[in-house]
């Protein structure tokens, strides 16, 4: 069974918008990127993610672009009529159905790179196994969040972080279930501590 791996850059104040812009790179962390996008079996876009990438992406040269531009892409919209860009597969159909039946497969995982509003479906629908969220040090003060309001309310746990010489701050999250709100209070002390 494969997993489906959210990755996403953003800001210190959350914004994953435009990255090519501000997410700088040192050249351990720029190889890790490579190296991640090499091993998948694909990746799952939203249409303005892809419409993004498919503009930027083909007239890049270097081993990252290189390896997007050749990995196979999942695009889910219902407006495109077309997806060009190289290896790419346009899905007009329910999104959940769909990437259930891919999780079904045998192969290596797939991730979710940017695509806010197809991730929060994916949340929805139980189909994310892990979030990889690399963190920059930078504030943008405004753009699209990774998580915007309205967005599904979910428990994590952290299951490694590691930070580039840059600054970035690279974790990967597992799910921990669905939350109901008011479920990470700090537990009230016992009896026999505040008699003391």
């Known amino acids: 069974m494969r997993k ?17 812009s501000w997410a700088i790179f040192d050249p351990n962390a720029a190889e890790e990127a490579v190296q991640a996008l090499h091993a998948l079996g694909g990746m799952l876009m939203g249409r303005g993610t892809y419409e993004y990438f498919a503009d930027v992406m083909p007239k890049q ?26 290896n790419s597969t346009l ?6 159905t ?14 979710v ?18 979030l990889h969220v690399w963190t920059f040090p930078v504030v943008l003060g405004s753009g699209k969040r990774l998580f915007a309001d309205g967005a599904v309310p979910a428990g994590l746990k952290v ?3 590691t930070t580039s010489t840059t600054g970035v701050v690279i ?9 109901k709100y008011g479920s990470f209070a700090p537990e ?5 501590a505040t008699l003391g």
């Open 4 to 20: 489906i791996i959210n990755s996403a850059f953003v800001s210190l104040d959350g914004v994953t918008a435009d990255p090519s």
């Open 61 to 86: 040269t270097g081993p990252y672009a290189e390896a997007i531009n050749t990995i196979r892409k999942y695009v889910f919209s219902s407006t495109l009529e077309n997806a060009d860009w190289n």
């Open 91 to 96: 899905i007009t159909g329910d999104v959940a």
């Open 98 to 111: 769909y990437v259930s039946e891919l999780k079904k497969q045998s192969g290596p995982e797939i991730q």
């Open 113 to 130: 790179h940017g695509s806010g509003d197809l991730l929060q479906t994916l949340l929805k629908n139980d189909l994310v196994d892990e």
């Open 159 to 161: 299951d490694a972080v």
């Open 171 to 179: 974790a990967t999250y597992e799910s921990a279930g669905a939350i």
């Open 188 to 192: 009230q002390p016992s009896e026999a």
